[in-house]
């Protein structure tokens, strides 16, 4: 098990180190068009050959990769701390409070996500950039897939509230922040983290979901879902081998998270 | 025992024979069709069954474009395009065996043309106030008389099955080569032989040849390409240039390049006055020269062989050279010229700034274009418009959205800059384009419902439109449709990017099949389509 997750971290390092250093390895910018040579098969010049508009995939998939594994995160962070807040308050309070935010909760995770997300996508400004477009869609992401890990929250925190050392230290004066502070938030870390580090393949492939659409991050950035793209019609045109590395990276990575985020559960 | 046996033998043979011209054609419709009412078709797949079960006066040829008889053996224009007289087959039955007669074209008509039924097929006979008349001369002669002119008037009974006024089965009793035999909604129709059917081929055999024709209900354009391969459908009316290549690195007699299609892909500004838009922006996109500039920047011949892998020519204007009688053949697709641009740019006030084009007032040159979310060849063109607009220091934006979303920004709220969106010609009459170049049109895209015309092109372009719909000279209609050409390519309110080749996969059983670049593609003769 020990072995497994080593490789986990190691493959994660190495595609966080590809990813950062995009700039250095890719052999050409992300949006540059090879316009005589689309479609191109793997070649020196060309690691994974060029996508139907003549650009590296190699390079592409590089900046695809900082873009998910980054911004993934951020998403998680989001989620994770309107989780903490909505489900610590529902968790703290109890009684009608408790019940109206597991109303909202409710209400989130029976919405559509998808639908909700293409909703929200088509009234955002139209002139934004690539990369505002891209911090956008992830944001939005974590603004609405909080739900899930407020319920987890709210549970954990009930309990808490229930349990002896709360009790002692109310009975010796503490209360309202401090308690959150210096009791609360230390013993539910383990759980924070767990729900962080689930979040991020989810959010990955939220993002991959939208990407596939053509509604996720905007042209000419690319992102693991725009690249996943390509495979939209694998029955009819039988993509070539190297079509399905972004899909090979995805899968490596998101276990990747998996394998790690197991050990962090059983800890939780 | 020698005569018994030469029966026998004639009687496999002539069996043998029939199974030859029998057989059942199948292919995909990629949704329900929204009625089975041949007068109130609008749909695409409504369309089909139509096409393949109704029996109209007059047929355009889609090899010729020209106007042959099938029900109506001849007819007479009069009054300048007021009146028409149709001489009527004799004979000819409906698939129940009702008789075919002037009567029924009288009926069809007043059908057609009730306001209660709200027919688009027969809103483009509505010429002018006042109602239609027809009058009965003979049961194998009528005539029908419209309150003005009607451009294109005998091309439009193409559009217009004949229904039976006397049969129980009212729009079903079907005078087509086909009439509809089983439907199950969401699955299939089932449509089968018209033995009533009136035509025959050279050799005095009756019509069609083959005994059915399956509309398999199929949304998923991947499914319907894999049943192909299969060998299930017989039949694609249109297929992707990835698709194509595909198929023909596999089979190269599977797949058929019909030329260049009638439709048409374009970019245009948004100009509506009203619009939410910052104004120095509405200034820009109301500019002839910045239009013109945007256009000889776009690299069309890249657009064609990168997007469409070849099969696809740069685009000339509203009419593509399908369009053989209509298309003005004096205009020149723009050039790709990105110097020429510039200098046009430079006349307008604008100029580069560290590689930023800034207009009079200072303000960067950057707009978004919007496209719908899931083609993928439109979004590869805003994406290569993208890079070629960069290098006369425009900053585009692509944004993608689901298509309900954009109609409602081009038809309600107006909230965009650019528009990337194609334009389907079914019809190669001019006069079907009257509800885009009116600028009191609601589809004018650019800028729509105008009260007066907002600038004087578009006057002329509306005087122009007036004209052609009101003449029934043929060529004087097509100078006044060139002059409309030679505007818009001036002007370019549409910039049109390319004309795409109609793509179509017919399976090596089919025999016969003529593909064709206008609709429907690959069975507009499908009563002489047989299976091997």
């Given at each position: 098990?020990?072995?497994?997750?080593?490789t986990?971290?190691?493959?994660?390092?190495a595609?966080?180190l590809?990813?950062?250093?995009?700039s250095?390895?890719?052999p050409?910018?992300?949006?540059?068009q090879?316009r005589?040579?689309?479609?191109?098969s793997?070649?020196?010049?060309?690691?994974?050959?060029?996508d139907?508009?003549?650009?590296?995939r190699?390079?592409r998939?590089?900046?695809g990769?900082r873009v998910?594994?980054f911004?993934?995160?951020?998403?998680?962070?989001?989620?994770?701390?309107?989780?903490?807040l909505?489900?610590g308050?529902?968790?703290?309070?109890?009684g009608w409070i408790?019940?109206?935010?597991?109303?909202?909760?409710?209400?989130?995770?029976?919405?559509p996500?998808?639908?909700?997300l293409?909703t929200?996508?088509?009234?955002?400004?139209?002139?934004?950039s690539?990369?505002?477009?891209v911090?956008?869609?992830?944001?939005?992401?974590?603004?609405?897939?909080?739900?899930?890990?407020?319920?987890?929250?709210?549970?954990?925190?009930?309990?808490?509230?229930?349990s002896?050392?709360v009790?002692?230290?109310?009975?010796?004066?503490?209360?309202?922040?401090k308690?959150?502070?210096?009791?609360l938030?230390?013993?539910?870390?383990?759980t924070l983290?767990?729900?962080?580090?689930?979040?991020?393949p989810?959010?990955?492939?939220?993002e991959?979901?939208?990407?596939v659409?053509?509604?996720g991050?905007?042209?000419?950035?690319?992102s693991?879902?725009?690249?996943?793209?390509?495979?939209?019609?694998?029955?009819?045109?039988?993509?070539?081998?190297?079509?399905?590395?972004?899909l090979?990276v995805?899968?490596?990575?998101?276990?990747?998270?998996?394998?790690?985020?197991?050990?962090?559960e059983?800890r939780a | 025992?020698?005569?018994?046996?030469?029966g026998?033998?004639l009687?496999l043979?002539?069996?043998?024979?029939?199974?030859?011209?029998?057989g059942?054609?199948?292919?995909?419709?990629?949704a329900?069709?929204?009625?089975?009412?041949?007068?109130?078709?609008?749909?695409?797949?409504?369309?089909?069954?139509s096409?393949?079960?109704?029996?109209?006066?007059?047929?355009v040829?889609?090899i010729?474009?020209?106007?042959?008889p099938?029900?109506?053996?001849?007819?007479?224009?009069m009054?300048?395009g007021?009146?028409?007289?149709?001489?009527?087959?004799?004979g000819?039955?409906f698939?129940?065996?009702?008789?075919?007669?002037?009567a029924d074209?009288a009926?069809?008509?007043q059908?057609?043309?009730?306001?209660?039924?709200?027919?688009?097929v027969?809103?483009?006979?509505?010429?002018?106030?006042?109602r239609?008349a027809?009058?009965?001369i003979?049961?194998?002669e009528i005539?029908?008389?419209?309150?003005?002119?009607?451009a294109?008037?005998?091309?439009l009974f193409?559009?217009v099955?004949?229904?039976?006024?006397?049969?129980?089965?009212?729009?079903m009793?079907?005078?087509?080569p086909?009439?509809?035999?089983?439907?199950?909604?969401?699955?299939?129709?089932?449509?089968?032989?018209?033995?009533y059917?009136?035509?025959?081929?050279?050799?005095g055999?009756?019509?069609?040849?083959?005994d059915?024709?399956?509309?398999e209900?199929?949304?998923?354009?991947?499914?319907?390409a894999?049943?192909?391969?299969?060998?299930?459908?017989?039949l694609?009316?249109?297929?992707?240039p990835?698709v194509?290549?595909?198929?023909?690195t596999?089979?190269?007699?599977l797949?058929?390049?019909a030329?260049?299609s009638?439709?048409?892909?374009?970019?245009?500004?948004?100009?509506?006055?009203?619009?939410?838009l910052?104004?120095?922006?509405?200034?820009?996109?109301?500019?002839t020269?910045?239009?013109?500039?945007?256009?000889?920047?776009?690299?069309?011949?890249?657009?064609?062989?990168i997007?469409?892998?070849?099969y696809?020519?740069?685009a000339?204007?509203?009419?593509?050279?399908?369009n053989?009688?209509?298309?003005?053949?004096?205009?020149?697709?723009?050039p790709?010229d990105?110097?020429?641009?510039?200098?046009?740019?430079?006349q307008?006030?604008?100029?580069?700034?560290?590689?930023v084009?800034?207009?009079k007032?200072?303000?960067?040159?950057?707009f978004?274009?919007?496209?719908?979310?899931?083609?993928?060849?439109?979004?590869?063109?805003?994406?290569?418009?993208q890079?070629?607009?960069?290098?006369i220091?425009?900053?585009?934006?692509?944004?993608?959205?689901?298509?309900?979303t954009?109609i409602?920004r081009?038809?309600q709220?107006?909230?965009?800059?650019?528009?990337l969106?194609g334009?389907?010609?079914?019809?190669?009459?001019?006069?079907?384009?009257?509800n885009?170049?009116?600028?009191?049109?609601?589809?004018?895209?650019?800028?729509?419902?105008?009260?007066?015309?907002?600038t004087?092109?578009?006057?002329?372009i509306d005087?122009?439109?007036?004209?052609?719909?009101?003449s029934?000279?043929?060529?004087?209609?097509?100078?006044?449709?060139?002059?409309v050409?030679?505007?818009?390519?001036e002007?370019?309110?549409?910039?049109?990017?390319?004309n795409?080749?109609?793509?179509?996969?017919?399976?090596?059983t089919?025999?016969?099949?003529?593909p064709?670049?206008?609709?429907?593609?690959?069975?507009?003769?499908?009563?002489?389509l047989?299976?091997?």
């Amino acid at each position: 098990m020990k072995a497994l997750r080593i490789t986990a971290v190691v493959l994660l390092l190495a595609a966080a180190l590809a990813a950062l250093g995009a700039s250095y390895i890719a052999p050409a910018g992300y949006e540059h068009q090879f316009r005589e040579a689309p479609d191109a098969s793997p070649s020196a010049q060309h690691p994974l050959g060029t996508d139907d508009l003549g650009r590296d995939r190699f390079a592409r998939l590089l900046y695809g990769m900082r873009v998910s594994f980054f911004l993934a995160p951020l998403a998680a962070a989001v989620a994770t701390a309107l989780a903490a807040l909505l489900g610590g308050l529902a968790g703290y309070f109890g009684g009608w409070i408790e019940r109206c935010i597991m109303l909202l909760v409710d209400l989130f995770l029976c919405i559509p996500w998808l639908f909700l997300l293409i909703t929200v996508r088509a009234v955002l400004p139209l002139n934004i950039s690539p990369e505002a477009s891209v911090v956008l869609t992830f944001t939005l992401l974590g603004l609405l897939g909080w739900a899930a890990s407020a319920r987890v929250i709210c549970a954990g925190t009930r309990d808490m509230m229930k349990s002896e050392f709360v009790w002692l230290a109310r009975a010796t004066g503490f209360s309202g922040f401090k308690l959150v502070r210096l009791h609360l938030l230390p013993n539910l870390r383990g759980t924070l983290l767990a729900q962080f580090w689930i979040s991020i393949p989810v959010f990955i492939i939220a993002e991959a979901n939208l990407g596939v659409l053509g509604l996720g991050v905007s042209e000419p950035l690319p992102s693991l879902g725009s690249l996943l793209r390509e495979l939209q019609h694998v029955v009819t045109l039988r993509p070539e081998p190297w079509q399905f590395v972004p899909l090979i990276v995805l899968i490596v990575v998101v276990s990747s998270f998996q394998t790690l985020l197991n050990k962090h559960e059983v800890r939780a | 025992m020698k005569r018994f046996f030469l029966g026998c033998a004639l009687l496999l043979a002539s069996s043998l024979l029939w199974a030859q011209s029998g057989g059942e054609l199948r292919f995909c419709l990629s949704a329900e069709p929204k009625t089975l009412n041949p007068l109130l078709v609008q749909d695409n797949q409504s369309e089909t069954v139509s096409y393949l079960t109704g029996g109209v006066l007059v047929r355009v040829n889609r090899i010729t474009q020209k106007a042959q008889p099938e029900l109506a053996t001849d007819w007479k224009l009069m009054d300048g395009g007021k009146r028409i007289r149709f001489k009527v087959r004799s004979g000819a039955r409906f698939s129940d065996g009702t008789p075919f007669s002037s009567a029924d074209v009288a009926y069809t008509m007043q059908q057609l043309m009730d306001p209660a039924l709200h027919s688009a097929v027969g809103d483009a006979f509505r010429s002018g106030q006042g109602r239609i008349a027809t009058r009965i001369i003979s049961p194998t002669e009528i005539e029908i008389i419209f309150p003005a002119p009607v451009a294109n008037l005998v091309n439009l009974f193409d559009t217009v099955p004949i229904l039976s006024a006397t049969s129980p089965l009212k729009e079903m009793a079907a005078l087509g080569p086909f009439y509809i035999a089983e439907h199950k909604p969401g699955s299939y129709i089932l449509l089968k032989r018209n033995t009533y059917y009136w035509k025959k081929d050279a050799s005095g055999h009756q019509l069609p040849y083959l005994d059915a024709v399956r509309l398999e209900i199929e949304q998923n354009r991947e499914i319907e390409a894999l049943r192909f391969r299969r060998g299930e459908i017989h039949l694609i009316n249109i297929v992707s240039p990835a698709v194509y290549d595909k198929f023909s690195t596999q089979d190269r007699s599977l797949v058929r390049d019909a030329g260049p299609s009638a439709d048409t892909e374009q970019l245009w500004f948004n100009q509506m006055a009203s619009a939410p838009l910052p104004a120095y922006k509405l200034a820009w996109f109301t500019s002839t020269n910045f239009r013109r500039a945007v256009s000889e920047a776009i690299n069309r011949e890249d657009l064609a062989r990168i997007v469409f892998r070849g099969y696809a020519r740069p685009a000339i204007g509203v009419i593509s050279p399908a369009n053989k009688f209509w298309f003005n053949d004096k205009l020149k697709p723009h050039p790709y010229d990105t110097a020429s641009a510039l200098r046009r740019l430079q006349q307008e006030g604008f100029h580069l700034d560290n590689g930023v084009l800034r207009d009079k007032g200072g303000n960067a040159v950057e707009f978004s274009i919007i496209t719908n979310a899931g083609n993928t060849a439109r979004e590869n063109m805003a994406t290569m418009i993208q890079q070629d607009l960069k290098k006369i220091g425009i900053k585009v934006s692509v944004a993608t959205l689901d298509f309900p979303t954009i109609i409602e920004r081009i038809t309600q709220k107006f909230n965009y800059e650019a528009c990337l969106l194609g334009g389907v010609n079914g019809d190669l009459d001019p006069n079907s384009q009257m509800n885009i170049w009116l600028s009191s049109a609601e589809n004018h895209q650019w800028n729509p419902s105008q009260k007066t015309p907002a600038t004087a092109w578009e006057a002329e372009i509306d005087t122009l439109m007036r004209a052609q719909a009101s003449s029934g000279d043929e060529h004087k209609r097509k100078q006044y449709w060139d002059r409309v050409q030679e505007i818009a390519w001036e002007q370019e309110p549409f910039i049109y990017l390319v004309n795409k080749d109609a793509l179509v996969a017919v399976a090596s059983t089919v025999k016969n099949a003529q593909p064709t670049a206008l609709r429907p593609q690959t069975f507009w003769n499908v009563e002489e389509l047989e299976i091997k």
